[in-house]
């Protein structure tokens, strides 16, 4: 475990450097990323507030400074700096990650470690589910018995849909993608939003993952 915590530290530090280079002003335009300024940047990532330092690129919890962001959260910032096309833009039309150019080889392994633990953790528990979804801000849907938009990003909108199981059948879950949003970031950090956004869920939801 520590060799592997090793290993995320050195993966982070990588993408740290890299981004030391970014021309964040042009970035942020064309992101469409609120905040811009000559200090610390502003950046919001499934609802909680960030700050990246202009010095080093490092990343720090506004209100938890003291408490370094995960992997994923820096991985997900970076990399949207990194990866992001020119001019993205999204299209509006959600998706399954099975569906998403250059994502399918990792439907399968997603759907096992992440859909799959999300639907078995949330059943029988609906109102914990829309609950949780409501304290971390998130945008309500109609669509299943417990669906709302996440936004990732202020540029990236990623949704989930919940059926609750009953005596016939187990529950279910899906999370869809915006069909552009490889122009915002890679197709693997698309899959670590996915399973950080159960596990923000599950976290607020107070309950212990079931796999």
Request: hydrophobic letters at 40%.
């Amino acid at each position: 475990m520590a060799i592997e915590k090793d290993n995320y530290k050195m993966v982070c530090e990588y993408w740290r450097l890299k981004t030391l280079t970014t021309d964040f002003k042009e970035r942020y335009a064309a992101l469409g990323l609120p905040g811009y300024n000559d200090g610390n940047l502003p950046i919001t990532y499934f609802g909680v507030d960030y700050e990246i330092n202009r010095l080093d690129a490092s990343i720090h919890d506004v209100k938890n400074p003291e408490v370094g962001p995960d992997f994923y959260t820096q991985s997900a910032i970076y990399h949207l700096f990194y990866f992001s096309q020119k001019a993205p833009v999204n299209s509006n039309n959600f998706i399954p990650l099975h569906e998403l150019k250059g994502a399918a080889p990792f439907s399968p392994a997603f759907k096992k470690g992440t859909l799959i633990p999300f639907a078995k953790t949330f059943e029988g528990k609906a109102e914990q589910l829309i609950k949780a979804g409501e304290d971390l801000g998130f945008e309500r849907l109609s669509n299943s018995d417990a669906g709302f938009q996440a936004m990732a990003f202020a540029c990236i909108p990623i949704r989930f849909l919940f059926w609750d199981g009953d005596d016939e059948l187990a529950a279910e879950a899906t999370i869809l993608f915006d069909e552009k949003i490889t122009e915002f970031t890679h197709q693997e950090t698309v899959i670590g939003m996915g399973s950080d956004l159960v596990n923000r869920l599950i976290a607020a939801a107070g309950l212990k993952r079931r796999d």
